[in-house]
């Protein structure tokens, strides 16, 4: 162990990370999983969505903005944490038009995932049902609104990854949504396929055309295994 | 429940809750100014939205979406909105692994609404009587009548549960199609495990055929005309004259077995059938164009399968349908109880091609989804549960789906159920009440039909049936509810 290893406790239990890394780096790394949705390891952090919200020495804090330091100590799964985090996916279910029942992306929906690991069964909050439109000008790609989480994948995607400047946001609050840089819709802008920010969404917000429906019931990704549990294998006893 | 009001002295009947169908009816009598049933009509008052529903969306979602339209039969919408995609995708074959899984979840899918239909539905009013008290009509009252039609009733509807389970991922609501063909192949343990019970569930429909056509013998003059007509069928037929519930091409037959059409295209269908809206009905009256709508209207179903067709390839059910069709005495068979007796035959036949099915190495092939030149426009047509079954849409250059038609297999029937129920309300109305033993007949003559009312009005929810006797000026003489 040398003077770079970072030492804080998860929960009670003891981690290492390595400076530079965020509290979910170093927890990820350490096979402990902290719900999240705007966070991607591929891409830069924006704490955009406040689902990973931990208490980091008392104060809540998200860990994907949180550098790890020494002697932290991070709470992680504790109810109102949890009661927080669905409340959050909770108000991303109502405030857009979720119909999982037919979604593409159903069984392997990051937002959908984490409704059902978080207890998520009806919201409580009423249905806003906006008016979003569908934009399907892209020969290969669709951009369906309804289902858009404004997490900033796509934009972080797009403009680091892809070098392009293909998406942003527009608005504030509530009245806050995706745009592109065209006025004729996706299928004016620089958007290819094959870009990074086609491949980086959470939910059906993105979605490659006739590509749809092609994993079976029972195959998809979170039916295969619950959302977080790669990370928390790491932590699996070996047998 | 029931509830009872005489209105206005003695004028108009109506019934409002039909219960064991899908959906809910409202059926009203109409008297002429003698007193005699001039008219009956079973409305259908919910809300049709599901064409309009899916305009704008993604032509390769639409397998997916239209199966919530009915939470009977969502696997033949799943399958006929599936085929209609592989043409608007340019695939005019699929390939044999993907043709057969989807009529392997297709049979399972018709096996279980079948048996829903006859064992949970129909067989308390046929075994135990129309007027048996209807504390004791039910598929527990049955049970413990006759015990074996317990078993049947849940080992035969699950196991057509099974086969689409296997198929699609889960038994209602399966995802398997995607335009140009499917997303699995059938695995080996689900096929062991499906063949372990085929032979049992072979014989246990032929069983549940022995003890209905026992009923039919010591029933027969009730069996014969009860409700009864004779009318035009249509069905799809495949490409040899014999039964095909998946493929094929339309066949309708005039009430004495003369061709009105046969060979028509899914795609041509529109050139003979015209669908009329009328203002009481949420649900259209579809007619055959050559004969106008007076006497174009046509049976679908069971009954319409056996009639259509000459032969089912499957031997079992090939011979039952031999001599289900002695009935008609050379003739085509017309009594609307002889839906009962059909659909058993078809379930026969069903579990005669999964069983077939079953030991076909196709079915593992790894050859699954074509890819072919986009069209705008694609129709296709399935023989679903309840008979023909048609999907048609048009997509814009962007894949949005701009138009859609469903014609379902209770539309197609519509016409044919508002004759039983006349029919019924002229043999069995004495005077201006509503008896209970009318309640009943009506019931029994709909549920032949087994219509799948939010199905066929593309509506959610369920609701009872409502019968109103109304006298020659409309005004209501008494309503009766049935929950
Ligand atoms: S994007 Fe996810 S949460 Fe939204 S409808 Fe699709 S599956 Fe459901
Ligand atoms: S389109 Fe997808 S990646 Fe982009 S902000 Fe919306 S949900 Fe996030
Ligand atoms: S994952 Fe940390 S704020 Fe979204």
């Known amino acids: ?239 | 429940m029931t509830d009872i009001e005489l209105s206005r002295g003695p004028r108009k009947i109506v019934i409002d809750p039909v219960t064991r169908v899908e959906g809910h009816g409202k059926v009203t009598i109409r008297l002429n100014e003698a007193g005699e049933v001039e008219q009956a009509r079973f409305h259908v008052v919910e809300f049709r939205g599901f064409e309009r529903f899916i305009q704008g969306r993604m032509y390769w979602e639409v397998p997916v979406i239209v199966q919530r339209l009915c939470g009977i039969c969502p696997v033949s919408h799943h399958l006929g909105a599936a085929k209609a995609m592989d043409v608007i995708a340019g695939v005019d074959q699929v390939t044999p692994t993907a043709e057969k899984m989807r009529r392997l979840m297709h049979y399972g899918q018709v096996l279980q609404s079948n048996a829903v239909n006859f064992f949970h539905l129909a067989s308390p009013d046929l075994l135990l009587g129309f007027d048996a008290p209807v504390e004791q009509r039910n598929i527990i009252g049955v049970m413990n009548a006759f015990p074996e039609v317990g078993k049947w009733a849940i080992f035969i509807r699950k196991f057509g549960q099974q086969v689409i389970a296997a198929t699609g991922g889960r038994r209602i609501h399966p995802r398997l199609c995607v335009p140009g063909g499917v997303n699995q192949n059938l695995s080996i343990e689900n096929r062991d495990m499906l063949r372990k019970d085929v032979d049992q569930i072979v014989q246990w429909c032929r069983d549940a055929l022995e003890l209905h056509k026992s009923f039919v013998h010591s029933h027969e003059a009730l069996h014969e005309n009860f409700a009864s007509f004779p009318s035009s069928y249509m069905s799809l037929v495949g490409a040899d004259g014999g039964m095909d519930l998946y493929d094929g091409t339309l066949r309708a037959i005039d009430a004495d077995n003369t061709p009105i059409f046969e060979g028509v295209q899914p795609a041509d269908y529109a050139d003979y059938i015209v669908e009329e809206v009328r203002s009481w009905s949420y649900m259209k009256f579809p007619h055959i164009r050559s004969l106008g709508r007076e006497h174009g209207w046509y049976r679908v179903g069971p009954l319409a399968q056996l009639n259509c067709c000459a032969f089912i390839g499957t031997p079992i059910a090939n011979a039952a349908r031999t001599e289900f069709m002695a009935q008609g005495r050379g003739g085509l068979v017309h009594s609307t109880l002889s839906y009962h007796w059909a659909r058993l035959i078809c379930m026969i036949h069903c579990a005669e091609k999964i069983r077939e099915l079953l030991f076909d190495d196709d079915l593992q092939g790894t050859d699954l989804v074509l890819t072919g030149t986009r069209r705008p426009e694609g129709v296709a047509i399935i023989e679903a549960p309840r008979g023909t079954l048609i999907h048609h849409y048009t997509v814009d250059d962007n894949d949005q789906v701009s138009g859609a038609n469903l014609i379902v297999s209770t539309t197609n029937n519509n016409e044919a159920m508002n004759r039983s129920v006349k029919q019924v309300a002229v043999e069995y109305l004495t005077g201006h009440e509503i008896t209970e033993g009318l309640l009943n007949h009506i019931e029994v003559a709909i549920r032949a039909y087994d219509p799948c009312l939010s199905c066929a009005t593309h509506a959610i929810g369920q609701m009872p049936l409502v019968v109103t006797l109304e006298d020659a000026d409309g005004a209501v003489i008494a309503t009766r509810v049935k929950q």
């Open chain 1, 1 to 239: 162990m040398d003077d770079a290893t970072i030492r804080f406790t998860v929960d009670g239990i003891e981690i290492e990370a390595v400076a530079g890394q965020t509290v979910i780096e170093a927890c990820d790394a350490a096979g402990i999983y902290i719900p999240r949705l705007c966070h991607h390891p591929d891409l830069a952090p924006a704490g955009q969505c406040r689902v990973c919200t931990c208490t980091i020495n008392g104060r809540n804090g998200a860990a994907c903005v949180t550098p790890a330091m020494q002697g932290m100590v991070v709470e992680n799964e504790t109810k109102p944490l949890n009661d927080d985090r669905r409340a959050i996916i909770e108000m991303l279910f109502v405030e857009g038009n979720h119909p999982c029942v037919y979604c593409v992306a159903s069984g392997d929906c990051e937002l959908q995932a984490l409704g059902y690991r978080l207890g998520l069964d009806a919201p409580k909050q009423p249905y806003l049902w906006p008016g979003r439109p569908l934009d399907t000008t892209h020969p290969d790609i669709i951009l369906d609104h309804d289902r858009c989480i404004l997490c900033s994948r796509c934009i972080r995607a797009s403009r680091m990854e892809d070098g392009k400047t293909v998406f942003g946001f527009e608005g504030r609050g509530i009245a806050m949504r995706l745009n592109v840089d065209a006025q004729g819709g996706l299928g004016e802008t620089q958007m290819a396929a094959i870009d990074r920010a086609a491949s980086v969404c959470p939910v059906a917000c993105i979605v490659i055309k006739r590509d749809s429906y092609k994993v079976p019931n029972g195959k998809r990704r979170f039916d295969v295994s619950p959302i977080g549990s790669d990370i928390e294998a790491k932590r699996m006893p070996r047998t």
